[in-house]
């Protein structure tokens, strides 16, 4: 994540990145996502936008041979939703979350992709205090503190290859430094016609 990020700029790096059906699928969620304005009876306008590359088809449950096989025409419909959800709400992380819960299909991975994208982007503030402590507690898992030692491990990682820059670009200047003398050096000697 960057700073400045938004939900309009995650879309468009996906749609960079993505290739052939997965990309198809992606711009035609979050085209159609674009003109809607809740999640709430949002599902069906998203379901035919997505419908088009779902290697799943409208049968989730009685799935055919073809399902979840390599395409390039085709996509499963769990990122172009959670990313369509992203943009129906507009980066919110409630909005997207409850949108990708409610969906139905494969609800627990479009919602937590989405909540994921939208947290990121909003940070640990932007999640409901609510859902932090009732998820912490009926998970028996601390969920602030892996986040908090990732967090960590950047700033230490960055700090070592800050200091290693800095010794490369230090020594490269002592190198430099010298050359730089040996060149006048020689201008010297040139001008003095040794």
């Not at 059906?21 to 306008?45: N, P, Q």
């Not at 507009?90 to 409850?98: F, Q």
Request: proline share 3%.
């Amino acid at each position: 994540m960057r700073p400045g990020a938004s939900f309009d700029s995650v879309v468009a790096t996906c749609l960079r990145l993505a290739k052939d059906g997965t990309r198809a699928a992606i711009e035609a969620v979050c085209e159609a996502a674009a003109g809607l304005g809740h999640w709430e009876g949002s599902f069906e306008t998203l379901r035919a936008a997505v419908r088009p590359f779902d290697t799943v088809a409208d049968t989730y449950r009685d799935q055919g041979l073809g399902a979840r096989r390599p395409s390039r025409v085709h996509s499963i419909e769990e990122l172009p939703l959670a990313l369509g959800f992203l943009v129906v709400a507009k980066g919110d992380y409630r909005d997207t979350v409850l949108g990708g819960v409610n969906y139905g299909r494969d609800a627990d991975s479009i919602a937590s992709m989405g909540g994921a994208i939208a947290g990121a982007l909003g940070g640990l503030g932007s999640i409901p205090r609510e859902w932090v402590t009732q998820v912490a507690e009926a998970s028996r898992t601390d969920l602030v503190a892996p986040g908090r030692v990732i967090a960590d491990v950047a700033r230490r990682v960055h700090a070592d290859d800050t200091a290693r820059r800095r010794a490369v670009e230090t020594a490269f200047a002592d190198l430099d430094g010298r050359a730089d003398r040996a060149d006048r050096a020689a201008d010297r000697d040139d001008r003095a016609g040794r």
